[in-house]
T-cell receptor, first 111, second 116 residues
Framework: QQPVQSPQAVILREGEDAVINCSSS?????VHWYRQKHGEAPVFLMI?????EQKGHEKISASFNEKKQQSSLYLTASQLSYSGTYFC????????????FGQGTELSVKP | DAGVIQSPRHEVTEMGQEVTLRCKPI?????LFWYRQTMMRGLELLIY????????DSGMPEDRFSAKMPNASFSTLKIQPSEPRDSAVYFC??????????????FGEGSRLTVL
């Protein structure tokens, strides 16, 4: 049931781009993305609801392919502030709002 | 507006002791989630409530864990007896369901539990 994220970790130089993937073996109603900085609570980035939907948050955007049960998070022109662990959360149909998180992708942006 | 409030922030206890973690959700939010975070297991969903009613507690590890939500502004997670493997950060989160069944989750700062 837990979604699978890849890669587990990525190191970037400031200004570089990154993609984080999230996949599920179950049909998904929605995908959520959160970022957690060390020692802090996860913070909401965005929710994606429909197949092919894309959303953006600053220079962070995401897509959701409902048919493939996959979502990708795109970070462009990364900034130092983007460092942290990114979690995707998935919600299946008829689960009454149950949100399950992947294991996380640790992103480090270096100057 | 006040966010989700959890207490205690830190708890160190000895094996076998009872531990009670508390959460006050954001006013107006009718869904509340308890998650446990460890390096090995990541963010695990333990239980969640809608309108004070437990909907799914399949993530509760065993009978030593119990959770209640007596009213819309308070929830507890209790571990009795505690064991060293329960050491983790416990997060409470609340939301007001929106376009999806689950809306944006607002997390508390977490309760870091250490069981010696």
């Amino acid at each position: 049931q837990q979604p699978v994220q890849s890669p587990q970790a990525v190191i970037l130089r400031e200004g570089e781009d990154a993609v984080i993937n999230c996949s599920s073996s179950k049909a998904l109603y929605s995908v959520h993305w959160y970022r957690q900085k060390h020692g802090e609570a996860p913070v909401f980035l965005m929710i994606l609801l429909k197949g092919g939907e894309q959303k953006g948050h600053e220079k962070i955007s995401a897509s959701f392919n409902e048919k493939k049960q996959q979502s990708s998070l795109y970070l462009t022109a990364s900034q130092l502030s983007y460092s942290g662990t990114y979690f995707c959360g998935t919600e299946q149909y008829n689960q009454g709002g149950k949100l399950i998180f992947g294991q996380g992708t640790e992103l480090s942006v270096k100057p | 507006d006040a966010g989700v409030i959890q207490s205690p922030r830190h708890e160190v206890t000895e094996m076998g002791q009872e531990v009670t973690l508390r959460c006050k959700p954001i006013s107006g939010h009718n869904s509340l989630f308890w998650y446990r975070q460890t390096m090995m297991r990541g963010l695990e969903l333990l239980i969640y409530f809608n309108n004070n009613v437990p909907i799914d507690d399949s993530g509760m590890p065993e009978d030593r864990f119990s959770a209640k939500m007596p009213n819309a502004s308070f929830s507890t997670l209790k571990i009795q007896p505690s064991e060293p493997r329960d050491s983790a950060v416990y997060f409470c989160a609340s939301c007001r369901p929106g376009q999806s069944n689950t809306g944006e989750l607002f997390f508390g700062e977490g309760s870091r539990l250490t069981v010696l």
